[in-house]
């Protein structure tokens, strides 16, 4: 006989189960390192105290033996180092041995001008910073391959005339001129020649060279004339004369020393043709050097 199905018992589902009656599952107990162990926190250390300072005896024994910026930089160290370090007896040796002209400012002590504790110090300082701004001067920003000069020579009638253009670097230095401004033309194989009678002389500098596109620039060195006696002496002399002038330079915007152009003409030969012609820039009878030259020319052509 089979049951009636609704006597079988159903199986519960595991939703509707009581938690109780599911069985948990214990959880595992970590261990950490704090549980078996013990840290002990490490012993605070005092803070060591900063070291004493030099004693005053052992800077003035080292002072002595400083130059002047090792004085100044040490007196810049603290308070009592500049005590140490500026005292007037220090620099009073720098002072005899650097500059012992210097001491003649100081004839009392007690002026008004130099009332300080190092007044030495101060008179080192000053003319310390004297001998630093001397300077050497600056190389020229022109050059001789930047320029050429134009010379011309006419006689007083303008039937005779010496032109030429030269280029500054071609033009051959003279004898024992190395490093003047002073340079010669050699025209000897152009059998030129100047009559007698008086001459002018036009020396033009040209830039000829462009930079960044600028127009060429001149500037009159010389216009000037040379006196019919000294061409007739010229001419006279046996085998070689020469007969030339010299003119003030205009001076440049700046100032300066007074500078001198000249130009001279040396004849040869039974017809006394033109052998050389000679260009210079003379200060106090003297010539200048080439870059003291260019110097000059640069104020004008730059």
């Known amino acids: 006989m089979r049951p009636h199905p ?21 959880h595992p ?16 250390t005092a ?7 030099p004693p005053w005896e052992a800077l003035h024994l080292v002072a002595p033996f400083l130059d002047a910026a090792s004085l100044a930089a040490a007196s810049c160290v603290s308070t009592s180092w500049h005590t ?9 040796r720098l002072c005899a041995q650097h500059f012992p002209s210097a001491l003649g ?32 001067l600056p190389a020229p920003r022109l050059a001789l391959v930047d320029v050429s000069f134009a010379v011309d020579v006419v006689t007083a009638g303008g039937d005779s005339t010496l032109s030429f253009l030269v280029a500054a670097d071609k033009a051959a230095h003279v004898e024992n001129s190395a490093g003047l401004f002073l340079f010669g033309v050699d025209l000897s194989g152009r059998n030129g ?12 500098a040209v830039r000829t060279a462009a930079r960044r596109g600028e127009e060429p620039a001149a500037l009159l060195m010389m216009d000037a004339k040379v006196p019919a006696a000294r061409v ?66 640069q104020h004008f052509l730059l």
């Not at 018992?9 to 938690?19: H, I, K, L, T």
């Not at 803070?47 to 300072?53: E, F, I, W």
């Open 29 to 44: 107990v970590r261990a950490t390192a704090a549980s078996h162990f013990h840290l002990a926190a490490a012993p605070s």
């Open 193 to 204: 020649a100047i009559g007698p009678g008086e001459w002018r002389v036009r020396w033009t």
């Open 105 to 136: 400012l100081l004839p009392d002590t007690d002026s008004d001008r130099w009332c300080s504790s190092s007044p030495h110090r101060r008179l080192f300082k000053l003319f310390r910073s004297a001998s630093v701004r001397c300077r050497a």
């Open 47 to 53: 803070q060591r105290p900063d070291p004493s300072p």
């Open 232 to 297: 007739a002496g010229a001419i006279a002399f046996g085998g070689r004369g020469e007969a030339g002038v010299s003119a003030r330079l205009p001076a440049p915007g700046c100032g300066g020393a007074k500078l001198d152009a000249e130009v001279v003409v040396e004849l040869a030969g039974e017809e006394k043709g033109v052998g050389k012609v000679r260009l210079g820039v003379m200060c106090e009878c003297r010539y200048v050097c080439a870059d003291e030259g260019l110097r000059y020319l």
């Open 6 to 26: 609704s006597s079988i018992p159903r199986p519960v589902p595991p939703a509707a189960q009581s938690s109780s009656s599911i069985p948990q599952r214990p």
């Open 84 to 92: 140490a370090f500026a005292a007037d007896d220090l620099w009073a």
